[in-house]
């Protein structure tokens, strides 16, 4: 079995208007709905074995805080691919993954994450900003993720009712 989380980035701050887009932070309600989810993963006692992230600000401070609210103390690693990737290119990143790793949290920006978990997935919905797709697939390699052996396992976000 292999696991993906698809994380969105936390909110993002628009005050500064002359700020290029890779360097946008987190605004007030992404620094409180990132801790958020880190801790409702924590509480499920979700522990990856490998975190990818872009290495744009919102979605490097995200991955940050989420991985430091699970007590993850491996390096995480940051991938440029990964910002303004489209689904393709997910999938390739995530198929590069060593087996070893059974459980990855991707972080990232839609429109991509949305293409990507429907890709896998007849998934409809939007992924909100710090919402997490878990996605289960039926092999023991990341080569051999697709749609064939996808299933939704959950989906969150901030503002879902628990």
Do not use: Q
Not at 8 to 24: G, I, N, Q, T
Not at 79 to 84: L, V
Not at 133 to 152: H, M, P, Q
């Amino acid at each position: 079995m292999k696991r993906v989380y698809l994380i969105r980035h936390a909110k993002s701050s628009w005050k500064d208007s002359l700020l290029d887009d890779f360097e946008r932070p987190l605004n007030k309600r992404g620094k409180s709905d990132a801790p958020l989810m880190g801790s409702r993963l924590k509480d499920k006692k979700i522990i990856p074995d490998i975190i990818l992230s872009s290495p744009a600000v919102r979605a490097k401070r995200t991955a940050e805080i989420i991985a430091k609210k699970i007590g993850f103390e491996k390096e995480i690693v940051f991938k440029k691919d990964i910002y303004e990737a489209n689904a393709t290119t997910l999938h390739k990143i995530l198929t590069k993954i060593a087996d070893k790793n059974s459980v990855a949290f991707l972080f990232g920006h839609n429109p991509s994450l949305n293409e990507l978990a429907e890709k896998y997935l007849e998934f409809n919905e939007n992924i909100p900003t710090c919402g997490v797709v878990e996605i289960e697939f039926d092999c023991d390699s990341w080569v051999d993720i697709s749609v064939k052996n996808a299933k939704l396992v959950s989906f969150d976000y901030p503002k879902k009712e628990k």
